[in-house]
């Protein structure tokens, strides 16, 4: 064996107990912001005050540009009252109510808060989404029945 073979070999072999001996590096974990949806009371006769609450966790450890909102398709038949929460500012377009916070802290929650007088019978089926800074968008549902 020549000393090109022979270094050749030696630095193959070398390189194989290098990669042996170093640990893999940890697969990253991806936090997923924890959004909640509710509706109180969820059965309601026409007339009656309704509250819409969605939440926005930011579940990571590094502070976060976050966005929340409430989709509201039956807009038509409530009558909103009042928008407010907390941890956001907050813009209400009627079918769509949101807000954005570019600096949410770690474990810190913004809210989204709709207190609405129902003025038809029928389902409205809200949905609630919730997005921080590098992921991807997650959902939550609720329904109102109104007769």
């Known amino acids: 064996m020549g000393i090109r073979q022979l270094?050749?070999?030696?630095?193959?072999?070398?390189?194989?107990?290098?990669?042996?001996?170093?640990?893999?590096?940890?697969?990253p974990t991806v936090s997923i912001p924890l959004v909640g949806l509710t509706v109180t009371p969820a059965t309601a006769v026409v007339g009656d005050q309704v509250t819409v609450a969605a939440t926005l966790t930011n579940n990571t450890s590094a502070t976060v540009s976050a966005a929340l909102g409430i989709e509201n398709p039956q807009y038509?038949?409530?009558?909103?009252?009042?928008?407010?929460?907390?941890?956001?500012?907050?813009?209400?377009?009627?079918?769509?109510?949101?807000?954005?916070?570019?600096?949410?802290?770690?474990?810190?929650t913004a809210s989204i808060i709709v207190t609405l007088v129902t003025t038809?019978?029928?389902?409205?089926?809200?949905?609630?989404y919730g997005r921080i800074t590098n992921t991807n968008d997650v959902y939550a549902y609720a329904t109102l029945s109104t007769s």
């Open 76 to 108: 038509a038949s409530q009558k909103i009252t009042g928008v407010g929460g907390s941890g956001c500012a907050r813009r209400n377009l009627q079918r769509l109510i949101y807000c954005g916070n570019s600096l949410l802290a770690p474990g810190a």
């Open 7 to 27: 270094a050749a070999t030696m630095l193959c072999v070398g390189t194989g107990l290098a990669a042996w001996v170093t640990p893999a590096a940890a697969a």
């Open 120 to 128: 038809a019978a029928g389902t409205d089926n809200f949905t609630a």
